[in-house]
């Protein structure tokens, strides 16, 4: 066979032998073999090309020798260079810049780069520049590169709609003729209101025109002409599409038009600081701005703030509010209400209203906790209690001492909270009832159970019939006895079995997934053919095993019964302990493979991730227009239309306005098998204080965020590896003005300065606490107890928290069957607002925070940065975040950035930072395939 294409002899081979066969299954079968999809191919045979539908048949009369030879004459033209070039604009249209000229000249494949990026028009050669379907699909794409074409384009009605209706502003490089013409200037001012600065002088007196403007931005009221600003109806129209066009307005009589304002700040309360200040007292106006954002209260005249229906509003938004209302207020039931029902901010409330029944109930019922701020008189009244451990079983330890030692109350508390039967008296230890439904709530609980209860039979009976994982507590001697555990050890084999295939399926799935992504394909091919083959293997040697262990549990079991029967204890334990050893050890083979493919999928994706989210916008928000656009799926574009510009960047993960903390979820849950297997990851919540950080981190008791998830996963991955010892350690720090502080330490525990110090095995923090935990209800209860040690310590949380780093780590000591230990961290950070503070006129605190928080989320870059370009020297020393999680940020530890972002109009600037600030992350890691 002379082929002239390398590589291609292989499946030709194979088509001789092919009795029938088109010529389009020959173009698919070089494209799979070549792993290029999509190339343009031709076959071509004395000189004719052949047509998909022809048989190659017809062409090789009879299947013999002849086909050999008639094959000769079919010469396929593919040219490499030209197909990995037109692939390579399909993935990313600015890699035409890359290319040789003649390839800038090709006309289809500056056709599939203009598809992917309009702005990829600028690098073609001159000659396509006039080419006018070239330049529909640019300016479909990115609007302002009309700017870049031929005269004669810009003066293309067809080519100006199309550029317009993307982007208005391209309006300003249309011909003059086109920038009169009425309908291209309609679609350009509802493409982009402030393009009516570019219509032609001619239409500028237009009504309608500066309506569509106005109504599409209501920043564009500068731009429309002066008769218009005066115009009740265009003012109107502009502040209610945005609330900010208040500041453009020069109309006297219209500024202090109290339904213009009110519009204004219904449309975005931020606005309110442009109402002129004998409206700042109107008190609808005030309610309105309130009603949307709590924070404003704080602006508000004095006299507005003593109005009750205001102040009402406010603390219904946000009950920390209720420190800052006046004295008077505060002793209003109905107030303090709401803000109690809100927020945990009972211990703000007076005397009076912490003494009163219905509020503390309210508060209770909102935070259990809350009890500790009650007046000791409600601490003994049992309903108050009882709602209170209901919510939160850790409040007993608030309660009156007569009513922790009731067993109705003490019931309630285990049940919500296991481990807080350490608190109860010795006879409620006792208590078959309240064990029992302390070690369903939470097994660990079982250490607190009495120890005349553990030694009863009856009390591990029951548990283990309801189904209570309280096997690892279970007596020495209660486990020889145990019928029912021999039966239990079969069921958790054929378990592991059952998730280890399913963990390999799933590791073929994503290998394949990971197959189509442009980024791994260069280095695929090799890698996939030995993780391939590897799998085969393993999953043979699962299923050999499966059959050989199930033979032998078959055969053992029923033996093992019976002879438990006949009180053979010693021989049963004897057979146990060798039958679980044999199985120890083929697991723990499986396990080691098992680690290393999981780690290899995951290098795979890059040990630096950059995940974006943007978040919902609120109604008034969305009044304001959105500046966020996804053209493709892992593409995001931001527009702004001040500066006319758009820009867009390529991220691992996008998840959109709708997604769902499941959905965030699950491109981290590798993660938590990732540092199971040893393995230090790290994860930063990202973005301006408001775009969401808190949201997907810490989330709500309802729709809890990746903080809960992650300790769930992980104590669901740490049960399902059995055999394993896996120890677990919390701590939880802030670290604000580059101090760490310890959370876990309450108001009145003893402090000491921390520092992060070098050790033999790492960096540490000594005397920093951590906590052992047992399962995702002790992790809750060490996030509750940072969270109050928190809130206790700030006087206004909400500032607070966006001016610091709060970091919960997780650090895992993990042995496995053999006995070989790793160790390692997963550190969750909710990082300070980035944004940029104002540089002038702040001093005193406010600066020094700014300065701190600048230097430690740059260092955090710089120390990403270096790390993805392998620099000799990385930064960690710079902040004390970065020191403080150098060895969760160095070697193969897996980073992920998670970039949130606001999609609000008004936010594009702050949005534009840290989409840039991402991209650096992630440019530098994507250089390394
Ligand atoms: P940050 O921590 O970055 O300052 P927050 O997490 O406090 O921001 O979010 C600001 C507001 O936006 C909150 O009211 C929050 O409930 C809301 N929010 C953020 N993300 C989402 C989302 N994905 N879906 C719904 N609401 C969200
Ligand atoms: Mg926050």
Redesign the pocket.
């Known amino acids: 066979m002379h082929l002239r294409v390398n590589g291609l002899s292989g499946f030709v081979c194979s088509l001789s032998r092919a009795t029938s066969c088109s010529i389009a299954e020959v173009k698919s079968g070089i494209q799979s073999l070549t792993g290029i999809p999509c190339i343009q191919q031709k076959v071509v045979c004395d000189d004719r090309e052949l047509e998909d539908e022809e048989l190659l048949e017809s062409l090789v009369p009879d299947n013999s020798m002849e086909v050999e030879r008639s094959l000769e004459l079919v010469l396929l033209r593919i040219d490499p260079a030209r197909a990995e070039a037109l692939h390579a604009v399909r993935c990313n249209g600015l890699c035409l810049e890359t290319l040789p000229e003649e390839l800038r000249g090709d006309r289809d494949i500056v056709l599939a780069a203009v598809k992917n990026t309009g702005f990829a028009v600028i690098h073609a050669h001159p000659e396509l520049r006039s080419d006018r379907e070239i330049a529909l699909a640019s300016v479909s794409d990115r609007g302002f590169v009309l700017r870049y074409l031929e005269d004669s384009l810009k003066a293309d009605r067809g080519v100006v709609l199309a550029a317009v209706g993307n982007d208005g502003f391209a309006l300003r490089h249309a011909s003059d003729g086109l920038r009169a013409d009425r309908e291209v200037a309609l679609r350009a001012v509802r493409t982009n209101g402030s393009a009516v600065q570019y219509v032609g002088n001619c239409l500028a007196q237009d009504r309608e025109i500066a309506l569509a403007a106005v109504s599409s931005s209501g920043a564009a009221l500068r731009y429309v002409a002066p008769v218009f600003r005066r115009d009740r109806d265009v003012v109107l129209a502009a502040v209610r599409s945005c609330g900010q066009a208040l500041k453009f307005i020069e109309d006297e009589r219209l500024r202090e038009d109290p339904e213009v304002a009110l519009a204004a700040v219904r449309s975005d309360f931020t606005a309110f600081q442009h109402v002129p200040f004998q409206l700042k007292t109107d008190r609808t106006i005030a309610l309105a701005a309130v009603k949307q954002s709590a924070r404003i209260f704080k602006s508000l005249p004095e006299t507005v703030k003593s109005d009750r229906e205001v102040a009402l509003a406010a603390v219904q938004n946000d009950g920390f509010l209720l420190n800052l209302i006046t004295q008077e207020l505060q002793h209003d039931r109905d107030i303090v209400l709401a803000a109690v029902s809100n927020s945990a901010v009972l211990g703000y409330a007076c005397v009076e209203m912490q003494e009163d029944r219905e509020v503390v109930l309210a508060a209770v019922r909102h935070e259990g906790t809350m009890l500790q701020y009650s007046s000791g008189k409600l601490k003994s009244d049992a309903e108050v209690v009882l709602t209170a451990v209901k919510h939160n079983g850790f409040a007993v330890v608030y309660a009156d001492g007569k009513l922790r030692c009731c067993r109705e109350v003490m019931l309630e508390a285990v049940r919500n909270s296991g481990s807080v039967l350490q608190w109860a008296p010795e006879e409620l230890k006792m208590d078959l009832q309240v064990a029992l439904a302390a070690v369903a709530s939470n097994p660990a609980a079982t250490k607190f159970v009495s120890e005349e209860l553990k030694k009863k039979r009856k009390f591990w009976l029951a548990a283990l019939r309801q189904n209570i994982g309280v096997t690892e507590f279970l007596p020495k001697k209660l486990r020889r006895d145990q019928g029912e555990l021999g039966q239990g050890l079969r069921k958790l084999s054929a378990e592991a079995y059952k998730k280890l295939d399913a963990e390999k399926q799933q590791l073929e799935a994503k290998l394949q997934s990971a197959q189509g992504s442009p980024k791994a394909s260069k280095q695929l091919p090799e890698v996939l053919g030995k993780v391939q083959l590897a799998l085969a293997q393993g999953k043979k040697q699962v299923s050999d095993l499966r059959t050989t262990v199930a033979a032998e549990i078959q055969q053992v079991l029923p033996q093992v019964l019976h002879e438990v029967m006949q009180s053979k204890a010693a021989e049963l334990k004897k057979l146990l302990d060798a039958g679980a050893q044999e199985w120890k050890e083929k697991y723990s083979i499986e396990c080691d493979r098992r680690r290393k493919l999981h780690n290899l999928v995951q290098e795979l994706k890059g040990n630096i991730r950059v995940y974006c989210?943007v978040?919902?916008m609120t109604d008034a928000e969305a009044a304001q227009g959105c500046c966020i656009a996804f053209p493709a799926p892992d593409e995001i574009q931001i527009s702004n239309p001040d500066l006319g510009l758009k820009k867009s960047w390529q991220f691992n993960e996008i998840y959109r306005?709708n997604?769902q903390q499941e959905d965030l979820f699950s491109g981290i849950r590798d993660l938590v098998v990732s540092m199971l297997d040893g393995y230090n990851v790290c994860m930063f919540?990202y973005?301006?204080?408001?775009?969401?950080?808190?949201?997907?981190m810490q989330g709500s008791k309802e729709n809890p965020g990746v903080y809960t998830r992650t300790f769930s996963e992980l104590f669901k991955v740490a049960k399902e590896r059995i055999g394993w010892k896996i120890e677990l350690k919390g701590a939880c720090v802030e670290i604000y003005n580059e101090e760490i502080r310890d959370l876990l330490l309450g108001p009145n525990d003893k402090k000491q300065k921390l520092q992060v110090r070098q050790g033999k095995e790492g960096n540490f923090v000594p005397g920093l606490t951590m906590q052992t935990v047992h399962n995702v209800e002790e992790v809750e209860m060490l996030l509750n107890t940072a969270q109050m040690n928190r809130t206790v310590a700030a006087t206004d949380m909400n500032l607070h928290?966006?001016r610091s780093h709060l970091a919960v780590q997780i650090l895992g000591t993990m042995t496995n069957p053999d006995g070989k230990q790793f160790s390692s961290a997963i550190t969750l950070v909710?990082l300070a607002?980035s944004e940029r503070l104002a540089k002038s006129g702040v001093s005193g605190d406010r600066a020094k925070e700014a300065i701190a928080i600048n230097k430690s989320l740059s260092a955090l870059g710089d120390v990403i940065a270096a790390r993805a370009q392998k620099n000799a020297h990385t930064p960690y020393r710079n902040s004390i975040l970065t020191h403080f999680l150098q060895d969760s940020l160095g070697g193969d530890s897996k980073t992920l950035m998670l970039l949130?972002i606001n999609p609000c109009a008004s936010h594009v600037e702050e949005s534009m930072c840290s989409l840039t600030f991402g991209a650096r992350v992630n440019a530098v890691e994507m250089k390394k395939s």
């Open positions: 989210r978040r919902p306005q997604s919540a973005g301006q204080t408001g775009s969401g950080k808190t949201f997907s928290s966006s909710d607002g949130q």
